[in-house]
DNA sequence: AATGAATGAGTGTTCATTCAT
DNA sequence: TATGAATGAACACTCATTCAT
């Protein structure tokens, strides 16, 4: 997203020049990861499969990486890109809480079309290499700072009143919802629709649970 | 927790007859195992690993177990006991309010006392063969039905006003953001302590984003 | 041999697909095989031992095979091919004592040049998995009815006089036969000539113990 | 039998003095193992499974033996002195041709009840150590002695007529006609009775192939 | 730039054997 | 004498990675 200092994006050594070819054959490759990782994690997943499912042979997979780990890492980098540009009309609504609504709609919407590739996110990550990892913890915490600072708008702009850290840990709070959307899929699609979830969501999130008196003398 | 009909319990066969040892061998197990998956991940950790960190050979390690995904279930079975176990003094203090924040801070304490035990449980989970999955995912629905039935109790009380789905979902997101706790702490210990957290979480929970007019108009 | 409907062959996938290098490969490898299995038997051979022998490395050795067995299953094979195609001279001379002499000759001297084979074969087979082992046996039936087809020719022929049953019996008688020279070669080559060997069987299946009266009353 | 100088018997060592507790531990050891052998083979047998089906632990096993080829070993030695024990009223009747043909009928008759335990000798004779197995195959020159014995007593008796290599090549016909009844059941058995068997093989050995013309002239 | 055969370190698992009780 | 828990060498098999063509 907007982010001050951006991490430096981890590169990933190809031995092939011809830069769309790279972004070709990255993009097959990806997409048959993305299906692999999902149905058996990173690690039963073979080089030689990811090859197979992109439409090459191993050699050629390797002339586009170096590592396994890097299409682990390659998959994760398309993912943020994805989520930001499906977010990006987002950056002007800042300060109504209309606008903070329609962000977490379209955030767990997003959620919803890419469940795959978060779980794998999600499930996977640990599993990259330093750089790689600390560079996609970065990303998330970008993510994580875009909520905040609507949150902050909105305080701001008096719709709600938030501290610092409550505005923090209400950024959290989404991130969290979505990723349970994505990640306990297995339970809660059996209960709710997208609809409804993103709908109890939200009140949840500004109004808590239904009917309790709002004192707020929680200590 | 309370359950109806647990699941059969998916039986770890081992090849020694006295009990008692085998309680003490596993127990061995389990500490080594759960130390090396939190820092490797239950992939990259070797089963010879487990039988040294366990203080016993290989051959014996699988004296107590069939394939290394035993070792996992064991670890998130015994995950569960100890999470029953301490949590099982708030059987009773269902339909109050006050039972229900008690219910939380005591969840969330011990997934901050055991929040190694957690990430594994949570990461590694789709490993599992079948059969222990499906008993493993019970007994996380058998959690959250816990949960569930505190909130319903609140309602029913008077306390507070849910419906039957959103009484569900909010015991999901109590459930989640205990995940998150655990997962995520590398962020989130950075921002909050232990207190602040669970103080949040619970506002936000009964109460939503503080200071927002509270008509419910969502839709 | 001739055989009516021979059995399906029981395939071997390779993961290597060019069908020449596949032949030779797996010629270098029986050939290794053959040598250790007759030293050692097949179940002290390792499967480092057959690539090392071989002339490659255990992972080359399993882009040729799936399983160890399939390396017993690849020597059998080739046996019976080799047989086969020593002994298909055969198939014309059919009906006459004198062809019916030649093959024995001609058998028992291909059991001469092949014995290791012979041996790994007759001590290992049950050692092949289900299929494989179905195989086999189906392919050594068919070398007894080649011959069981001869006694019969010869029979119609009115060189001999035979019963079916008769007929069965002695192709077995010659088939064993075979296989002891192969089989009980640590004694019987300190005593006989392969020349000397072939003509006292000969003698021995036509006219039996000599001088020994022929009423053939024998219960 | 008889044997000239028997060669030394391969001496098992175990460390429990009372004789007689040795016989009979080592009776239950060999008939578990000769059940197992059969099913399994001597290398797919565990000294653990073979400890069960006799009825004790394997600590108790190891108290009886040193090496798991000590219990083929035993059972191979248990093999002859049964054979040995059931062919001895032979030994008088020699010289005759009725006293041969009782021979190979009780030869025959003995495998067809001990088949399992000939199979087992003959398909893993070759695991045996060095010692145990020259031991093995001595035994086996004494049985062929018997029948070469009975062979010449005839031929000098006047009932047959055959030179010194004939007779011993006889002898080893029958040996073998014998192993292949145990050995090659899985067909033998479909097309012939035990009756029809011997009296086929005592008809082939002393006349031939029925019918054929005796001239002799067969190079 | 693409291929796929070759490599061998590494992994889960087994099992004969030992030895303290 | 009997037991069975402990051991670790050994084995079949996998898979990321390389490199000659």
Redesign the interface.
Known sequence: MTGKKTSVRHEVKSSVKDESLIEKRRDQMIRGAVKLFREK?F?RTTTREIAKEAGFSIGTLYEYIRTKEDVLYLVCDRIYEEVNHRLSPLAEKQGT?AGL?DAIRLYIETIDAMDDEFTVMY?ET??LPRTALSYV?EKE?EM?GLFERM?AGC?EAG?????E??A???A??II??G??WA??R???RK??TLG??I??????????????P?E?E??
């Open positions: 994690g690690h809480l609504k499930q640990k599993s913890l915490l994580a949150l305080s719709e709600i009143r938030l501290s850290k409550e923090r840990l209400g959290h709070h969290v919802q990723q349970m990640f306990r297995w339970t809660l209960q709710f409804e979830f709908d109890m969501l939200t009140d949840q999130l500004l109004y808590g649970v239904a009917g309790c709002q707020g929680t200590k």
